[in-house]
């Protein structure tokens, strides 16, 4: 036997008598059985709750609230690890670089000038990277000066 087979199983006497019920009472009549019947007319009645006027914008204010301490919080966090990642990595390249550069000068066409030339165009990705990480700064405007 299937687990979801377990959970499909039902009482259908049981639900045939939910159903009277439930129609029972959105007809108004009696002629269901009494303990489904009462049921079904407390889940059609709304329970008699008084909420403040500015329930709804008290929830808005909580919830945008709890969502920018979360962001914050996860942008830190998420700073921090790519830190992390990037220390390791170039502690990575530093231990194991000198022969990755040989390896990779040995099989480029351009030899030990095309490692160069990559090397140059990391640096410039990575300049561009860093420039636009500064105008998302805080006090920062569009034309990088504050």
Same mark, same amino acid.
């Given at each position: 036997?299937?687990?979801?087979?377990?959970?499909?199983?039902?009482?259908?006497?049981?639900?045939?008598?939910?159903? @009277? $019920?439930?129609? +029972? !009472?959105?007809?108004? /009549?009696?002629?269901?059985?009494?303990?489904? *019947?009462?049921?079904?007319? =407390? %889940?059609?009645?709304?329970?008699?709750?008084?909420?403040?006027?500015?329930?709804?914008?008290?929830?808005?204010?909580?919830? @945008? $609230?709890?969502? +920018? !301490?979360?962001?914050? /919080?996860?942008?830190?966090?998420?700073?921090? *690890?790519?830190?992390?990642? =990037? %220390?390791?990595?170039?502690?990575?390249?530093?231990?194991?670089?000198?022969?990755?550069?040989?390896?990779?000068?040995?099989?480029?066409?351009?030899?030990?000038?095309?490692?160069?030339?990559?090397?140059?165009?990391?640096?410039? *990705?990575?300049?561009?990277?860093? %420039?636009?990480?500064?105008?998302?700064?805080?006090?920062?405007?569009?034309?990088?000066?504050?």
């Amino acid at each position: 036997m299937k687990p979801n087979e377990q959970d499909a199983r039902f009482d259908a006497a049981g639900w045939q008598a939910q159903e @009277r $019920a439930r129609l +029972a !009472a959105r007809d108004g /009549l009696g002629d269901a059985d009494p303990a489904e *019947l009462r049921i079904a007319r =407390a %889940l059609r009645a709304s329970p008699p709750i008084e909420l403040p006027p500015d329930f709804a914008a008290r929830v808005a204010r909580l919830a @945008r $609230a709890e969502a +920018a !301490a979360s962001g914050l /919080l996860e942008q830190r966090l998420l700073r921090g *690890l790519v830190l992390v990642f =990037a %220390l390791s990595a170039a502690v990575v390249v530093a231990w194991f670089g000198r022969g990755w550069v040989a390896a990779l000068a040995a099989s480029l066409p351009g030899g030990q000038s095309a490692v160069g030339w990559g090397a140059l165009a990391a640096c410039c *990705l990575l300049g561009n990277w860093g %420039l636009g990480v500064l105008r998302r700064l805080p006090g920062a405007t569009r034309d990088g000066v504050a």
